[in-house]
């Protein structure tokens, strides 16, 4: 190996093990017992995906995504370019998640965004919520879990909508751990946070869309009672 901190290990459809570390990358040689230094970034590599056509993708923070094509033994390198917005959405990149569609997403410091194979340009999804820094992306058939620095949010692919989730809705916190979820083999869903983990069921998950009325039944003034009354500064009018 290139260092002794290793950021992310992964197993791909050829069964080759990577493993990722401060400054590079690194490929294992069941032959020997040994591991080759695949590519040498000088920058910490987080994460790690496989698309359908067996590229592999190398998440970093600071140099945008790498990707290796096995079949060619060639790399790219992806990196955001600010007046393009057919780029990556930011240089440093937190999580990769490729979904069952078989759609690259992508989570930077600084937005959500997809890659598309077709047009071989990325494509950046406006999220209305507290915080663009995206920590994880979970996958939910046509739901998106996404962990950010201010709670979780969930995006429907379809339609675009958000909801955000925060301590308020039962998280043990706001702030989550970088690339800290999984979703299990019977569809629970774990995010780790800065005090603990969070686990729910998506499905039993449902919006409450009521909005109550708001009524004005007293008023104080100086923590005295005002009275109700037909000309006074509260009646039933009101």
């Known amino acids: 190996l290139d260092g002794t901190s290793v950021y992310a290990v992964f197993k791909d459809s050829r069964h080759q093990i990577w493993a990722t570390s401060l400054s590079g990358i690194n490929r294992y040689n069941r032959a020997d017992d040994s591991f080759t230094r695949m590519k040498i970034l000088d920058i910490t590599t987080v994460d790690i995906e496989e698309d359908k056509n067996g590229t592999i993708w190398f998440a970093t923070w600071g140099k945008g995504l790498y990707s290796y094509n096995n079949q060619t033994d060639t790399?790219?390198?992806?990196?955001?370019?600010?007046?393009?917005?057919?780029?990556?959405?930011?240089?440093?990149?937190?999580?990769?998640?490729?979904?069952?569609?078989?759609?690259?997403?992508?989570?930077?410091?600084?937005?959500?965004?997809?890659?598309?194979?077709?047009?071989?340009?990325?494509k950046t999804i406006t999220l209305n919520v507290p915080s663009n820094i995206i920590c994880c992306i979970i996958d939910d058939d046509d739901v998106l879990w996404i962990t950010t620095a201010k709670g979780l949010v969930r995006y429907n692919k379809l339609n675009g909508n958000c909801q955000v989730f925060t301590q308020k809705d039962g998280l043990l916190s706001d702030q989550v751990i970088f690339n800290s979820g999984f979703k299990s083999s019977t569809g629970k869903i774990y995010i780790g946070t800065a005090t603990g983990f969070n686990a729910f069921c998506p499905k039993n998950i449902i919006s409450n869309n009521y909005v109550p009325p708001v009524v004005v039944n007293r008023l104080e003034i100086f923590n005295k009672e005002v009275a109700i009354a037909d000309y006074g500064t509260l009646n039933d009018k009101a």
């Open 75 to 122: 790399w790219s390198n992806f990196l955001n370019r600010p007046n393009d917005p057919n780029t990556i959405a930011g240089n440093q990149v937190n999580c990769l998640m490729m979904d069952e569609k078989g759609c690259l997403w992508v989570g930077t410091t600084t937005g959500l965004c997809y890659y598309d194979f077709e047009k071989q340009q990325f």
